[in-house]
């Protein structure tokens, strides 16, 4: 075959992947939103099948022969044919390391093991859980050592989610983060407390539906490509491409703010994600490049803008309108106060910006913990307890509330976490350069995404994975990533709510 | 390989094969109920492929050499692994003499052709959708020939759905209908008519919702295993096997009947599919065993036991817990005697149960005449009015409500329609057969589904695909069918409503 027959031949193979990935994703998805309570089960036969039928043809000798054929001629291929090839040669040699029966053995145990953490979430049940969290760190220690048996095994699965991204460089991350961040919560701790009363009341699902509706049309997604379902956990996923992408909240009815930061942050996951070129769809290359950089997207627009006082100006009316009852007497200011009230919690997903990294750090050192050791899946429930207990102030009094709390662990996402700090820093930094092309307080306060929405567009969604992580953030930045800007405001913004000198 | 090994590897091959089964379901479901508006192409992009790799399982060398070898050994086979063989060599051997690209453009056509044929419904506009319906009845006698070179295209399609039905007998089983029906109708027509005030009203999806929910629970269906969706045309699909039942219901806000009544259509689908024993799943014999089979199961519970004085009277208090003001002043007997009006209409499934074969009859004389080269689809439109005007005596005043109501030609099921009249008719003659052991009337009087599920469970559900069809029914009956006791029992239920002597 000569180089174009072979990259043809390539790109159907990863069409032919991204389908099995659309059936994969979607049954997924619907076991999290619609599928039969007692569905687990034949929902895992399915998927222990297709993900088989998956990796053989991934590993097979179809997808190896041409992966050789194609490095011959590396020198010959566009960039785009290069970059799919670094991409594949890196899944499929990892994936090939890991047999089959363990392989498919695990997607089978991930859909169990979701399963049953919805209910031992439900009923603070962790002794439930416990043996598909064992299974999993043990599952995810034995693949680390296979894929990668020069590396420490957490180190392994912090890269997977990060490009580059190990326990040292995260290690030095947070200090620096927690040498500003401690004394500013410490300030804060001691300031004068702000009154969140107008976030609470009686929030029928159905009023929050309408309300979410209207933030996804702020943010400018297009509803004809994105829809909304509603989970015990937030998340966002695409189906099969950047073509079908699906985010979903969870509505808490005494507090309209947690599923309104809920869909702004998914929001934001979806809008990279559907932001790929058309021509990346069905390829290596479509979707977000790290969940870090896809955290960059979710936080900025969560935070950076959703929590600004000019976005809470804007959208104050459209509260108003969404729920008049419980709005009435209230202001946009006390809005803004309310939903930026620092104070040590245990929700991570509820938590404000500035405690939110403790909640990521003390995940971080648990799953670490683990995956070096030092720490039993038994005793995560205490330790949980423990750091809340020392790095917040706070005490857990259930697992609901503690360890059960996050679905990342039940999908076997350990080494994920980190990703939620870094994008936080990562987004603020971005904003700093964004600045610089665009009047960004100006176009919130209108309510028009636009500007916005294209310079990300152009900047960093429609590259989909074309750029390592690294490579696209320094692109974007002009220069390295620095979490000094990160640092720089959140002190400028809570010193300013809480009137620090 | 000896007969043992055989079988497991051919256990195998089936189950792999409803892992593909699993997802393609899935991906229908989710386009009908929650994908996207905009993902219809990325939805065929992974259908044609997910389709094509299933084929290639089913028609691969594996498949067929695995095959011959086990019809070498038939006779040492189980009764169950006989007729699993037999049911794959009868699906494989037709299925390979399909081209592989025009099996997968065909999947592709149909996911095109039911999303056009959604906005063609919602703007009535038949023009856009005719390009489709075109290329499917294109396809339709195209793979007809190459499956069945020695049948008529339509024998061979009716056939699919019900097992050695050909347009002879359907012309014969009409024929006994219409002499009997027709001039039942006619009587009725110059009798009193009665009020159907008493379904109309307001009533929200909401309500509807709740009342659909509380029917599935009395009709006994697992709600574990069984769930409820909304969609344009209301359906039943299993995912995968029978341990994940989906029903589907579309909710009128002017009439509650309309929704409640394919409720317990699908309901009985439903009960039916789920009822298949746990070790048929991820096998040929998992689910119904025909169309007609199916069909006697969802019109027997929503006519025989749903339109029934017995049932009515036990669910109007239901009713009226569920709709309180719309029902207030209203009695049983109005709501018994408004759904069992007999009236010309549009709509067939809304139809009642005596002019409800004549709609069936229409479609059925068209899609044939099609067929059969004696109508183009583009006069479909034009006969379909006639036809109404002829059997009904209705003007159809849009596509919307003519030619354009059932989902059926789009998801390219010609030859169905007629498994909705014969399943009617088996439906009455298994009710009298049921009516020898269990008093249902009584049973029903009480809400108590259970003697009578338990009765077709035993008698139908639990044997999947164990029998053909026909043989399946001949054990069920203890005797031939005959459609008289179907023709006996509406002209004995209508004549006392309307008071005929």
């Avoid at 459209?318 to 729920?323: D, M, N, T």
């Avoid at 700093?432 to 990300?456: H, L, Q, Y």
Wanted: hydrophobic share 35%.
């Amino acid at each position: 075959m000569n180089t174009s027959e072979l990259t043809n031949k390539f790109y159907d193979l990863q069409s032919r992947l991204s389908a099995y990935r659309h059936a994969v994703d979607l049954i997924y998805y619907d076991g999290a939103t619609t599928a039969p309570k007692a569905s687990a089960e034949n929902r895992a036969h399915a998927l222990g099948i297709l993900s088989e039928e998956s990796y053989k043809l991934s590993t097979g000798d179809e997808m190896l022969t041409l992966l050789d054929d194609l490095a011959k001629v590396r020198d010959e291929l566009s960039e785009k044919d290069r970059r799919c090839l670094e991409l594949a040669e890196k899944e499929i040699n990892e994936m090939k390391k890991i047999p089959l029966d363990e392989y498919v053995a695990y997607q089978e145990l991930i859909v169990a093991a979701e399963d049953t953490w919805h209910s031992a979430k439900e009923n603070d049940d962790f002794a439930s859980f416990l043996p598909y969290l064992e299974k999993i760190f043990a599952a995810k220690k034995r693949f680390a050592e296979l894929c990668a048996p020069d590396k420490k095994p957490y180190d392994y699965w912090l890269g997977q989610f990060e490009d580059g991204l190990t326990t040292e460089k995260c290690d030095a991350f947070f200090e620096t983060l927690k040498a500003r961040l401690v004394p500013l919560i410490e300030s804060i701790g001691k300031a004068a407390q702000n009154d969140d009363s107008c976030l609470h009341g009686d929030f029928s699902d159905e009023k929050q539906l309408a309300f979410s509706h209207k933030l996804m049309e702020i943010m400018g997604i297009d509803r004809n490509r994105c829809i909304l379902g509603t989970t015990e956990h937030p998340f966002t996923t695409s189906i099969g491409s950047h073509k079908d992408v699906r985010i979903t909240t969870n509505f808490k009815n005494d507090n309209f703010a947690s599923s309104m930061f809920s869909v702004i942050h998914e929001g934001g996951h979806a809008l990279y994600d559907m932001g790929s070129c058309d021509d990346l769809a069905y390829t290596y290359l479509d979707g977000g490049v790290s969940m870090g950089i896809h955290e960059s997207q979710s936080r900025f627009y969560e935070n950076l803008i959703g929590r600004s006082e000019a976005f809470i100006n804007y959208v104050f009316p459209v509260l108003c309108e969404a729920f008049p009852e419980e709005m009435s007497g209230h202001t946009a200011d006390e809005v803004y106060k309310a939903i930026n009230l620092v104070t040590p919690s245990l929700i991570r997903t509820e938590a404000d910006e500035v405690t939110y990294c403790l909640h990521v750090m003390i995940r971080y050192e648990l799953e670490r913990a683990v995956m070096e050791d030092r720490l039993e899946a038994k005793d995560l429930s205490t330790e949980w307890k423990r750091l809340y207990k020392e790095y917040l102030g706070v005490d857990v009094p259930n697992d609901r509330m503690g360890v059960l709390q996050d679905s990342h662990w039940s999908g076997g996402m350990i080494g994920y976490f980190p990703s939620y700090a870094l994008g936080s820093a990562y987004g603020a930094h971005i904003l700093k350069k964004m600045r610089e092309d665009i009047d960004v307080d100006a176009c919130i306060s209108k309510g028009d995404f636009t500007p916005i929405n294209e310079w990300n567009r152009k900047m960093i969604w429609r590259h989909g994975c074309m750029m390592k992580s690294d490579e696209l953030l320094e692109s974007v930045l002009g220069e390295s990533f620095d979490p000094v800007h990160y640092t720089d405001y959140l002190e400028e913004k809570y010193k300013k709510i809480y009137n620090l000198v």
